[in-house]
């Protein structure tokens, strides 16, 4: 039976079997205070060995298991539930009180940041009750497709060599399970349908459609199309009017890009470079990576974001408080060292440097006039120096930013700051979607009117429906994951269509 999907956060063509995932973990015979007490910090242990060897296996995880790191060394959390397990409370009971208090406490909090983490905090009592007694969370060797109420980025990390498809009741488009589905470019719809285990079903995000136990004719079709699809969604479609880049965090990401067809790196996430050591990278190491980048992207232009660091992403030899100007002025040797090692390693003039969380024109200008007194210092040429936009004051002063000479939007940011945007929750994009776009057309104007280079990278740029609006109002740069190439693909067939 063929059912029409309305919700698609990650695209893909895939046929598989259903595999039916509960996200209830099962409760053990109540044993003694002593024993559960030894089971929690044996699980504690196992989970921080497990988030560990991911993070050296997986550089693109180091935001999410680092903020799952600082959930599970939390002293205060810890206390919680020795002082429950000893007042004769289920040792499991005990876990999932304990953090649904703190996630309780979160969204009492102002901070918009501890808002967002509510669900990831779920997410980590889940793991922790799975490792009470060192159970591997990994169900299933074979591929399948995965069908279940929630989908639970651990389960995800722990599994994502064999799900080849999601299938969830809910989800957001910028919540970490849907942006690792789009890293490691598997299908993921949300839908209140629900197939059976074992079941037989065909995704096909391209017609939004979802066929259950699909007979011998639509097999046959997906076969046959299999082959043109996967030709279309892993190389961009040649075009003189529009730039399609990537958004990267490692060499690798940078060439997955390159072998697609992209046409340059939209955002180089440079911080997890910082998050994945106990120290600062010294110049060389730096100019190291930056040149291998160079060396990859050969012409293309690549875009580097300076560390961007703060809230979520705390490191004990950085000065941070929160994301902003702040984190740069307070750690000046860290950050003259980055944008020293991008300087010098930038031979071939293709390096763009884009500072992050920019609020006044005074920081931007502030932040540039340090990175020309640096290239004048070290006596190289200044590249071209560019913001995000992603804060609503920025936004709201967007004429001040004449000194730009580029703009990216970072749609996460924005529109959470804008609308107050829950990104684990499955928010309906249409009620703000139509607001932001009015909201940017004063952007395209500015940005034509002052010739300033223009993008979007945020999220909201790999959803084909909204990069097409992006599209008719002027913005002709999106970068996005490199796995979301077919997304831009079937966007720009879309737009020229129209034309």
């Not at 060897?53 to 002293?75: G, P, Q, R, S």
């Not at 040797?333 to 390693?345: D, G, M, S």
Request: glycine share 4%; net charge negative.
């Amino acid at each position: 039976m063929k059912y029409n999907i309305e919700t698609i956060l990650s695209n893909g063509y895939i046929y598989g079997r259903i595999k039916k995932v509960k996200n209830v973990a099962t409760k053990t015979n109540k044993k003694s205070v002593e024993a559960d007490l030894k089971r929690l910090d044996n699980s504690i242990e196992v989970s921080l060995e497990e988030i560990h060897k991911l993070k050296e296996k997986e550089a693109k995880l180091t935001d999410y298991l680092f903020a799952v790191e600082l959930m599970i060394t939390d002293k205060v959390l810890y206390r919680r539930i020795v002082e429950l397990r000893k007042k004769g409370m289920n040792i499991e009971d005990a876990i999932t009180s304990s953090f649904n208090q703190i996630v309780n406490d979160m969204l009492a909090s102002t901070s918009g940041y501890l808002k967002e983490r509510a669900d990831d905090i779920k997410d980590v009592s889940m793991m922790l009750i799975n490792n009470l007694d060192a159970k591997d969370a990994a169900d299933f060797e074979e591929k399948h497709i995965i069908c279940s109420d929630i989908l639970s980025p651990s389960y995800l990390i722990k599994n994502h060599t064999t799900i080849t498809g999601v299938i969830v009741k809910n989800c957001g488009y910028t919540s970490h399970s849907a942006i690792l589905c789009r890293v490691w470019e598997i299908p993921l719809i949300v839908t209140d349908i629900e197939p059976g285990d074992d079941d037989m079903v065909i995704i096909d995000t391209r017609k939004k459609s979802l066929v259950v136990n699909p007979d011998s004719f639509e097999i046959e079709n997906y076969i046959a199309e299999k082959k043109k699809y996967d030709a279309f969604s892993k190389h961009a479609i040649p075009h003189e009017d529009y730039k399609f880049s990537a958004n990267v965090a490692t060499l690798n990401d940078i060439q997955k890009a390159m072998d697609y067809g992209f046409d340059g790196i939209g955002l180089y996430r440079t911080e997890l470079i910082f998050m994945n050591s106990d120290r600062p990278f010294t110049l060389i190491e730096q100019f190291d990576l930056y040149s291998k980048a160079c060396d990859i992207v050969g012409n293309k232009p690549i875009i580097i974001r300076t560390f961007d660091v703060g809230d979520d992403k705390k490191l004990a030899y950085l000065k941070s408080d929160k994301k902003g100007i702040n984190n740069y002025k307070n750690n000046p040797e860290i950050f003259e060292t980055q944008v020293k090692a991008i300087l010098k390693a930038n031979t071939k003039g293709n390096f763009k440097i884009m500072f992050p969380m920019i609020e006044k024109k005074e920081e931007f200008c502030y932040l540039r006039d340090w990175v020309v007194k640096l290239a004048k210092a070290e006596n190289v040429s200044v590249p071209k120096i560019g913001m995000m936009l992603e804060t609503k004051q920025a936004l709201l002063h967007i004429e001040e930013f004449v000194d730009a000479d580029f703009l990216s939007v970072g749609t996460n940011d924005l529109t959470k700051e804008l609308y107050n945007i829950n990104r684990s929750e499955s928010t309906d994009v249409s009620s703000y979607i139509e607001d932001l776009v009015e909201k940017l057309k004063k952007v395209v104007e500015f940005c034509n009117k002052n010739d300033i280079y223009l993008s979007v990278c945020g999220e909201l740029a790999s959803i084909e429906d909204i990069a097409l609006k992006f599209y008719q109002i002027g913005i002709k740069n999106l970068s996005v994951s490199p796995g979301c190439i077919g997304t831009l693909n079937g966007t720009y067939t879309k737009f020229v269509g129209e034309k």
